[in-house]
């Protein structure tokens, strides 16, 4: 069965919480595969954590 | 390893956070002494983690979302409903970003966003961050930064706030889908909104 968008990215939301069932990570490479708005929400999620977790290494950041 | 953080409050924003805190809360409960409580019990909780937020606006959000489940909790007490209160904000279908198949609605699907490792320095990214930031719903906003800038792990979360990793996995699928929007629209331009 073809995952929706919706649960797509839930799971790709899930994935930074937990690690994947196999059954979920083969659901979702083939959605990935044919949907290019789940990749980008996939790599945004990522990178909304590494900005989060890299911005906490920069105290100069720190308002005046 | 970076040194130890450092509490981005100095006494005298303390003092001026906890007067706005206590306007809030006077508001909401309408009684001082609950009020001032209230205001004590988020302060001291929130502040326990305030090494986690480097930016004064986050903290503040984060500051705020701990006060506003401390109001809810007095008030369900005082409206003696059942304490085991639904999540909320997991019913609320307000999930316009996909159509009734699941699919991206036209406009929402998300677009690239381009390089972002210049970001973390740049002071207005991160002034349109904690903007999205707070416009999310108040249960969304606080586990979010207990998942991302506390560093959390689900077990605590769910823990901490008595709901059900179920729910937990909704509600950071949720902020995740607003705050990426808001971030899209306010500052990559990435999708027309
Ligand atoms: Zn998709």
Redesign the pocket.
Known sequence: MM???EQ??KLLSEAQERPLKLTERAGLTM??A??Q??RE?GRQVSSLRDLIRRSEDHDDTQGK | MSAEPVNPLADTDIEKLRQEMLAFARLQLNDAHLAEDAVQEALAGALKNSSSFSRKATLKTWVFSILRYKIADVLRGRYREPVQQECKDCSTDDDSYFDSAG??QTGS?PRAWGNTDQLVTDEHFWRVFDACLEVLPGEQARVFMMREFVELDTHEICDALEIKPANLHVLLHRARLRLRACLSSSWFNAEAQ
């Open positions: 995952l929706s968008c797509a990215s959605h990935l044919m949907c708005g789940c929400f | 699919h991206w699907a």
